[in-house]
């Protein structure tokens, strides 16, 4: 017979795994992860081996609260953070995320909008990777892995997608040359391939890599800016010039109708595919038990 105090705790249990307690728990402590990472990487912008280390320190620690929020609260396995599927799906994000951007730098070259003025040494490449760490792992962890996954087990997965988009687009609005239109433009390229992205392979190694990849050959190798940020220099001195709507702008390339197109076709190709996998959550109330 069940005693009273394993009821009580059966009971707060319950509480605790309501969707919107989840998000809160798990999504609070993620969200703070990210402003005091950019506030360490920004105190060590003169040492680049100094931010790298508070980037990495700062994913390990959300990496530490993820987990233990998902054996301890939910009581189940971090199945999305398997490690059997990490070296592959990883993998394929850096080069896809990698390939985007230098795809959109690539038409803008044959329309004539964008050239090389020179280069820069190649250790201005090493600051960018604290960026792509915190980026990739931080918002990955807090966009896919606790608003995407808590909202699709609860509404189903059409209804993650364009709520988690959504959010993910407009928190870029608090960057210093922010849009309306680059947050809209965010919310459905980027949004539509990272959940994908997640969907197809049920696991965050993808995800991971392609935000990191985008944001690191965005800002180390083309020297561009990043999601409405502060330029900083990269290896290549570029030159950008034309309508905003095919470059940019002061936002940078995400705000183009070029990654737009580029980003949302592999989006909508990555969502197909886990469609046929049969990776779709319905909402809970079609759910079976």
């Given at each position: 017979?069940m005693?009273?105090?394993?009821?009580e705790?059966?009971?707060?249990?319950r509480?605790?795994q309501?969707?919107?307690i989840?998000?809160?728990?798990?999504?609070?402590?993620?969200?703070?992860?990210i402003?005091?990472?950019?506030?360490?990487?920004e105190?060590?912008k003169?040492s680049?081996?100094?931010?790298i280390?508070?980037?990495?320190?700062?994913?390990?620690l959300?990496m530490?609260i993820?987990?233990?929020f998902?054996r301890w609260?939910e009581?189940?396995?971090?199945?999305?953070?398997?490690?059997s599927g990490?070296?592959k799906?990883?993998?394929?994000?850096?080069l896809?995320?990698?390939?985007l951007?230098?795809?959109?730098?690539l038409?803008?070259?044959?329309l004539g909008m964008?050239?090389?003025?020179?280069?820069?040494?190649?250790s201005?490449?090493?600051?960018?990777?604290?960026?792509?760490?915190?980026?990739?792992?931080l918002e990955?962890?807090?966009?896919?892995?606790?608003?995407?996954?808590?909202v699709?087990?609860?509404?189903?997965?059409?209804?993650s997608i364009i709520?988690s988009?959504?959010?993910f687009?407009?928190?870029?609005?608090a960057n210093?040359?922010?849009?309306?239109?680059?947050?809209l433009?965010?919310s459905?390229?980027?949004?539509?391939?990272?959940?994908a992205?997640?969907?197809?392979?049920r696991?965050?190694w993808?995800?991971?890599?392609?935000?990191?990849?985008?944001?690191?050959?965005q800002?180390a190798?083309?020297?561009?800016?990043?999601?409405?940020g502060?330029?900083?220099?990269g290896?290549?001195?570029?030159v950008?010039?034309?309508?905003?709507?095919l470059t940019?702008?002061?936002?940078?390339?995400?705000a183009s109708l070029?990654a737009?197109?580029?980003c949302?076709v592999?989006?909508?190709?990555?969502?197909?595919m886990a469609?046929?996998?049969g990776?779709?959550v319905?909402?809970?109330?079609?759910q079976?038990?």
């Amino acid at each position: 017979m069940m005693n009273e105090d394993s009821t009580e705790t059966s009971v707060w249990l319950r509480i605790l795994q309501f969707p919107l307690i989840r998000l809160v728990l798990l999504g609070a402590p993620l969200f703070l992860c990210i402003p005091f990472s950019n506030t360490y990487m920004e105190e060590n912008k003169g040492s680049a081996v100094a931010a790298i280390v508070a980037a990495t320190a700062m994913a390990a620690l959300a990496m530490c609260i993820y987990f233990g929020f998902v054996r301890w609260i939910e009581r189940r396995e971090v199945k999305e953070l398997s490690l059997s599927g990490m070296p592959k799906e990883l993998g394929i994000g850096l080069l896809v995320g990698a390939g985007l951007y230098s795809g959109c730098m690539l038409i803008l070259f044959l329309l004539g909008m964008f050239r090389i003025d020179g280069f820069n040494p190649v250790s201005t490449m090493l600051p960018a990777i604290a960026l792509a760490i915190s980026s990739g792992f931080l918002e990955e962890l807090l966009f896919r892995g606790a608003l995407f996954r808590i909202v699709e087990e609860w509404l189903g997965s059409w209804v993650s997608i364009i709520i988690s988009s959504a959010v993910f687009g407009l928190t870029h609005l608090a960057n210093p040359d922010a849009t309306l239109t680059g947050a809209l433009f965010i919310s459905v390229e980027a949004g539509l391939l990272l959940a994908a992205a997640y969907m197809l392979t049920r696991r965050l190694w993808m995800s991971i890599g392609f935000h990191m990849a985008w944001n690191y050959t965005q800002s180390a190798v083309f020297g561009g800016i990043v999601s409405g940020g502060v330029a900083e220099p990269g290896l290549i001195k570029p030159v950008l010039e034309g309508p905003v709507l095919l470059t940019g702008g002061n936002f940078g390339v995400e705000a183009s109708l070029t990654a737009f197109l580029l980003c949302t076709v592999t989006g909508v190709i990555l969502l197909v595919m886990a469609k046929r996998r049969g990776h779709i959550v319905p909402p809970f109330w079609q759910q079976k038990n």
